[in-house]
Structure formats: C-alpha cells, structure tokens
C-alpha cells in the first residue's frame, strides 16, 4: 500500500484520486491547502484525518509515502524538491516546472534522493495512444502532424473584465502554451522526438501571457504544426498524415476515437476500450515504479520531460512570453 498526500485542492486532485482509486495499491492520507477550512473540507471528503497547512510539516511527515502535487505551474519545482529531498516520491502534475533549469534541478533531486519523479500527464499510458503508437507504420512515410488543442477558457470572460486568474498570469507560469499547448508537445515529441528547428508565433493578452498561438516543429522528412488557444474553440480533431494515409484523433490529450483513412482502401477504426476515470493509468504507472525500486517511468521519463520543456521555452522564448521563474537559478 503506497500512502498518498496530495497538494492541492481543485477539480483535477478529485479527477487523480477517483481514478487512482481504482488501484489496490492506493491510500490517500493526507491533504495539503493553504487553508485549514479547505484543507478539511476537502479531506472530509475522503474521510481522511490527516491535514496539512504548511508544506515543510507535511514533507517531513511520516505518514505519507508519495506525493501527487496539483499547484500552481510556478510552484511545482520547489515543492517537488522540497518532498524528494524529504525522501517522498513525487507525481506532479504537467507541465512538470515552469522552464529547462527547474526540470534539470528535480531531475537532480530525484537521482540524489533515489525516490521516483514523474510528470502527471496521462496521455501516453491510454490505450488509445497507445494503439496510436502500434498504427503508426500503416500510414506509410509520415509527412505531417497537424495537433490541435484549442478550448475557450471558463475564465476569459472574467479576465476580459478586468479580473486576475492563475491561468493568465506569468507569475503562474502560466498561458495556453503551457497549459493546453503542452498536450500537443508531447503528444508530437513523444511520438517523433526533438525537431531540428521550431517556429513559434502566439497572441499575447495584457497580463503578459498567450493567450492562443501555434508552433512549427521541423524534422527531417516531416514537419508538425501544434495549434493551441484558450480564446477560442475549435472543432476540428487532430490528424497524423502519411503517404499511404491519414490517422485522425478526436481529442488530442484524451484520444478515444482513432480512424485511419487509407489512400486506396477505405477506413479503420483502431479505437481501444479506456477507463472512464482515466488517470488511473498515470497512477498505475508511479505506483508500480515505487514497488519496484525505479526512479523514472520508461514513457514518461525524466528525458522527454526535458525534451517538451526545452521546446516550450523555445517557443515562449520566440513569443516573448517570460515568466519571474525565468530569472530563477
């Protein structure tokens, strides 16, 4: 039984517990808010006893195993640190820091403590990416990737009337690309690897983020276009384009329909069956690496985590989106 605290307390720690739940091997024990009100409120629950309200405390606690960090972007690095070098192992939710230097220092922190770290985002232990991966070589010569990921924020409206949100603030680490654009990143260098050369441009909002904007991604033989916003909608899936084929992707960072469109022969539905409750299988995953004495998962490693991250930076670099962690060492 691995003994989980969690940090945070939105939607997305609710999402991580329900579907980690489903693994005998998961006991949540302890809560973190900044708050005690929400911090009990949110364990009660669970019907977890166990709360904390400051962090050192909680790392420091005997009673926890792992950690599932769910906070702001910008506070990722530090508290990730602050557990592993408390000897706990450390699932955080994507991106994984807010630049290359801070995925460089957990990195670090996790060889040194010899406990797992790992970056919550779900997408490459689903079955249906999988079964993208398996598919690949019915397309033929692959020539492009089109990703697209673009969903209007609940909270632009409010932004537009001069309120404040994590989400379009740099001090958060935060904007589309980071957000949602990260979806396409890894689905795109998971997939093909680093480019060779990247082009960004995006749309930048007052408070000193993108709010949409899209990335060129240049390989040998292929390029992929990642396309991403949090100003506008889009109905249009993903596609994968080959020269004997085409794979169109209904929802990039939760693929469940899948089809490949031949040139010649018609169409495939390679659609697999997934858990409803779908971080089940990023949980899965830092679960068994814990039993099994391993620092990093094989899917997502340390390595593709630097890898996305030193795209993103790229592409807010060419943008000119900057964030305070930026000047951090």
Sequence with gaps: MIRFGVVGTSWITDAFIKGASLNEDFKLAAVYSRTEE?????????????????????????????VYIASPNSLHAEQSILFMN?????????????NSNEVKNMIK????????????????????FIAVKDNLHKLGKIRRVIANFCQYSSRY??????????????????????????????????????PKDIIAIGTMLESGVDGQGTVCLKYDEMEAVIIH????????????????????IDKISVPQKITIHYRKDGVQNI?????????YYEAAEFINLIKTGKIESDINSHKL?????????????????????????
């Design 38 to 66: 929400k911090a009990k409120k949110f364990a009660a629950n669970y019907s977890v006893k166990n709360i904390f309200t400051d962090l050192d405390d909680m790392a420091k606690s005997p009673l926890i195993d792992a």
């Design 86 to 98: 408390h000897k706990k192992h450390v699932l955080c939710e994507k991106p994984l820091a807010s």
């Design 109 to 128: 922190a996790s060889k040194g403590n010899n406990v797992v770290l790992m970056e919550a985002l779900k997408t490459g232990f689903l079955p249906n």
């Design 157 to 194: 409206d409010g932004f537009k009337q001069g309120n404040r949100y994590n989400i379009f603030d740099p001090a958060f680490s935060a904007g589309s690309l980071m957000d949602i654009g990260v979806y396409c990143t890894y689905f795109v260098i998971n997939l093909f690897g680093i």
């Design 229 to 248: 916003s949090k100003i506008t909608d889009s109905a249009i899936p993903s596609e994968i384009q080959g020269e004997s084929g085409s794979m169109v």
């Design 271 to 279: 659609s697999r069956p997934q858990i409803e409750d779908d971080m």
């Design 305 to 329: 985590s630097l890898s996305i991250m030193s795209v993103l930076d790229e592409a807010r670099r060419q943008m000119g989106v900057v964030f305070p962690a930026d000047n951090r060492k």
